[in-house]
């Protein structure tokens, strides 16, 4: 068998490009940049969110 590689590996788990070097302040003002040039959530969007986040534990349990 062969080993598997996934294809976050040129990203570190937290979405930065693999061999930079930068300090967090900046990676934070280029995601806060980003988010501030997204348009607003519409209402659907947010319901969507809540439903996938807000499960009642014993549905997580069982998916588990």
């Given at each position: 068998?062969?080993?598997?590689?996934?294809?976050?590996?040129?990203?570190?788990?937290?979405?930065?490009?693999?061999?930079?070097?930068?300090?967090?302040?900046?990676?934070?003002?280029?995601?806060?940049?980003?988010?501030?040039?997204?348009?607003?959530?519409?209402?659907?969007q947010?319901?969507?969110?809540?439903?996938?986040?807000?499960?009642?534990?014993?549905?997580?349990?069982?998916?588990?």
């Open positions: 068998m062969t080993d598997q590689h996934t294809t976050a590996a040129a990203e570190d788990t937290l979405g930065r490009p693999a061999g930079t070097d930068h300090g967090d302040a900046a990676y934070w003002a280029r995601v806060r940049r980003i988010v501030a040039q997204a348009p607003p959530l519409t209402d659907l947010r319901a969507r969110l809540r439903a996938a986040f807000h499960q009642p534990a014993d549905h997580k349990e069982k998916a588990a």
